[in-house]
């Protein structure tokens, strides 16, 4: 849910009230004696009062930032809110030595001690640390001391940044744990026009705004400010669920856009909401982006022998498999090259831009139409298709047009197969753009990726009550890529064999053969003689036995009562199992297994059982598929009622009877 805000109704319609900060060391004896929060007792930790304000001014250069304080008081329940307690500002710098930066950091933790007396313990400043993840980025990094079970962490922080124009500070009022209160100040001049829009499902409980006259001072001119408090109170926990993309899509929060201003410098007007025309002339001209692009003839003698006398698919194929063996992704993303093409090719390193802008600028040398796609991973959170950011943008893929079909490219990955992407890119749209056309949106959610996985098992039971035979699990497109992953991961396949087998202390693995690992196309493939661990004592009239012995589900992953936010697979799936079993002469199935299906609404997903059977072996197979990426919301009851009806199918057991 989406809510625009208008801050001059606001100021029209409310009446002053003043919103200010909450006093710093204010701790009161109900707050240190309290043992639960009464509205979520399964809570770890509560907020019992947040507190954040922006406020837009010029410095003592008059060059206007924007300056954000950050006040909070939690109290810490048990060991599992301790988390609560590592604090991350992430602050960025960019270019000509314009950056963010923090000061005035406190933080202390209150807490009674084992005589109990009230004691605190303040943050010694050299125990507070900047980390640096890449040119632009970096995260000031600092933990609450002396934390124990029952103790408040308080903290306060000031950032300073030049940057208001591209992002004003977003407030989070929503989090994995709930908020008693939490209240944001924000000061705008009159020169700055700023759209504020709601984001989830809660409404405020305050929004009131004022004129704040002579805020804003700048060269001897004194001009008003609208000063607004947005508030929530008792605010619940966003309790997230399994299959689910960014938490921060669905989180109650205020973002701010500024739509135009006038400059207190000139008074002259500029709109800043821009187009995606606008966009796509600020990529083109962009040094790291359209001018890398533009480096073709880079690849010219590179590509001579390897694309010779070939179909285009087949130099499309070529050029993604020769990239993808000479680089080495340097755990970097992002959409602009970092150290430019060139230097990326001649250390045989870069970044997920580095190396996938060479693959665009390599397959249009090699006459292949293909165009660079900007995406927001899974964990980044989604993309504001309304007005368009480029703020909202961390990863950037190829996409190539053949035959009058397209390919998305990733060659930072050497697993990936030709036409697919990571699980993380499968994020609802990406922007498409080209050196000679406008952009345009592509949907993610609709790739022709599937997971397909097949499990098929020969055994025999013998006399000493050990499952003997033979395991194969072929796994086809996501699933295949997904395994290959697991078994790099390992020095050899040896040791992914050991590895696989500890895993199923059941399981004994006389001989192992694993074939298609070294081909990113062909179904891979793992055939395993085993040996099961199945009955300590076969001297019994009857044997119980449960056919869905290998992955079995005893779990249902959706256990909310009600869920807002879509089921997000990423791709359809389709797993099967077929088990045969060969029984000894004295025994026989006295109690089959039901034959059973359930199935989705409108072919949504189905789970399918099958059992054949003769004298003296038998075959039961069981599928599981699900044929769309993303479920909504009005679909989770009938998921969450399929699996319970799958668990329950897969407790039940059948009867192997010894003949008289």
Same mark, same amino acid.
């Given at each position: 849910?989406?809510?625009?805000? =208008? =801050? ?5 319609? +409310? ?20 043992k ?5 007792? +399964?809570?770890?930790?509560? $907020?019992?009062k947040?507190?954040?304000e ?8 008059? #060059? ?5 304080y950050?006040?909070?008081?939690? @109290? ?9 307690? %590592? ?20 933080a ?9 007396n ?12 900047t980390? @640096? ?5 970096s ?9 124990? @079970?029952?103790?408040i ?9 030049p &940057? ?10 929503q ?8 209240? &944001? ?8 026009n &700023?759209?504020?829009t ?29 000063k ?15 299959y ?6 669905? =989180?109650?929060?205020?973002?701010f ?5 006038t400059?207190?410098?000139?008074y002259?007007?500029?709109?800043v ?11 083109? %001209?962009?040094?790291?982006?359209g ?7 880079l690849?010219?003698? *590179? ?13 499309a194929n ?11 992704? #340097? ?26 802008l ?5 397959? #249009?040398?090699?006459?292949?139409p ?7 991973? *899974? ?12 703020g909202?943008?961390?990863?950037? $893929?190829?996409?190539? #047009?053949?035959?009058?079909?397209s ?5 930072s ?12 890119c ?19 959610n ?8 097949? &499990? ?7 006399e000493?009550?050990k ?13 295949a890529y ?12 040896s ?8 895993? *199923? ?6 001989? +192992? ?11 891979? +493939?793992?055939?395993?003689? $085993? ?38 697979w ?8 077929t088990?045969t ?6 025994? %026989? ?9 359930? %199935? ?24 599981t598929?699900?044929? @769309? ?13 399929l ?18």
């Open positions: 849910m989406k809510k625009n805000l =208008l =801050l001059l109704a606001a100021l029209l319609l +409310s009446t002053y009230v003043m919103a200010q900060d909450f006093t710093y060391g204010n701790i009161s004896g109900a707050e240190i004696d309290m639960k929060y009464d509205k979520d007792t +399964s809570a770890h930790a509560v $907020v019992l947040e507190f954040g922006s406020r837009i001014n010029p410095d003592n250069e008059d #060059n206007i930032r924007l300056y954000y950050y006040h909070v008081k939690i @109290k810490v329940f048990d060991s599992k809110g301790f988390n609560k307690g %590592s604090i991350e500002v992430p602050i960025y710098s960019g270019d000509n030595n314009i950056y963010e930066k923090v000061d005035d950091i406190k202390t933790t209150y807490y009674i001690d084992d005589n109990g009230s004691q605190n313990i303040g943050l010694d400043p050299k125990n507070i640390f980390v @640096k993840q890449d040119k632009h980025w995260i000031i990094k600092f933990a609450m001391p002396g934390m124990r @079970k029952g103790s962490i308080e903290y306060s922080y000031r950032l300073e940044s &940057y208001f124009f591209e992002t004003f500070k977003t407030w989070h009022f989090d994995d744990i709930p908020k008693i209160s939490s209240e &944001y100040t924000v000061h705008i001049p009159a020169f700055y &700023y759209k504020v709601l984001v989830g499902g809660l409404k405020l409980t305050k929004n009131i705004g004022v004129v704040e006259p002579d805020c804003f001072s700048l060269r001897g001119q004194k001009n008003p400010c609208s607004i408090t947005y508030g929530l109170s008792n605010i619940p926990a966003f309790v997230g669920e399994d689910m993309t960014s938490p921060k899509n669905f =989180l109650s929060a205020l973002y856009e500024l739509e135009d201003y400059s207190p410098y000139t002259a007007k500029e709109k909401t821009k187009e995606w025309k606008d966009i796509d002339q600020q990529l083109k %001209s962009n040094e790291d982006f001018g890398e692009l533009k480096r073709k003839s690849f010219k003698d *590179r590509l001579k022998d390897i694309i010779a006398g070939k179909t285009d698919m087949d130099k070529a050029i993604y498999t020769y990239l993808q063996k000479w680089f080495k992704w #340097n755990d970097y993303i992002g959409i602009y090259s970092t150290d430019g093409i060139r230097t990326a090719l001649n250390s045989h390193t870069g970044s997920v831009a580095d190396i996938n060479s693959l665009v600028a390599a397959l #249009n040398e090699a006459a292949i293909t165009e660079a796609v900007i995406l927001s991973t *899974r964990s980044h959170g989604n993309i504001n298709t309304l007005y368009p950011t480029l909202d943008f961390n990863y950037v $893929v190829a996409k190539a #047009n053949i035959g009058g079909k390919y998305l490219l990733d060659a990955d050497p697993l990936l197969p030709f036409g697919m992407l990571s699980l993380e499968l994020n609802d749209k990406g922007r498409v753009f080209s050196l000679d056309k406008p952009s345009y949106w592509i949907d993610l609709t790739l022709n990726q599937r997971q397909n996985d097949t &499990y098929t098992f020969d055994l025999t039971l013998q000493n009550g499952l003997k035979g033979t395991m194969i699990h072929y796994s086809l497109g996501y699933s997904e395994t290959r992953k697991a078994i790099k991961k390992f020095n050899s396949t040791e992914y064999v050991e590895n696989y087998a500890e895993k *199923r202390p059941k399981f004994k693995i006389l001989k +192992s053969e694993i074939s298609g690992l070294d081909s990113l196309v062909l179904p891979l +493939s793992e055939k395993y003689e $085993v040996e099961i661990s199945m009955y300590d004592d076969m001297n019994h009239d009857q044997l119980a036995f449960n056919p869905y012995f290998f992955n079995r589900r005893t779990i249902n992953p959706f256990k909310l009562a009600e869920r807002d936010f879509p089921v997000d990423g791709m359809p799936s389709d797993s099967r199992y088990v079993v060969h029984l000894p002469a004295q025994y %026989s199935v006295e109690a089959p297994p039901k034959n059973v299906t359930y %199935s989705l609404p409108n072919n949504g997903g189905r789970f399918i059982t099958d059992f054949e059977g003769d004298a003296h072996s038998f075959t039961f197979s069981y599928v598929q699900f044929t @769309k990426s993303i479920y909504n919301p009005n679909e989770y009851p009938f998921l969450k009622e699996y319970n009806k799958i668990i329950s199918a897969e407790r039940e057991e059948m009867i192997f009877k010894k003949k008289l």
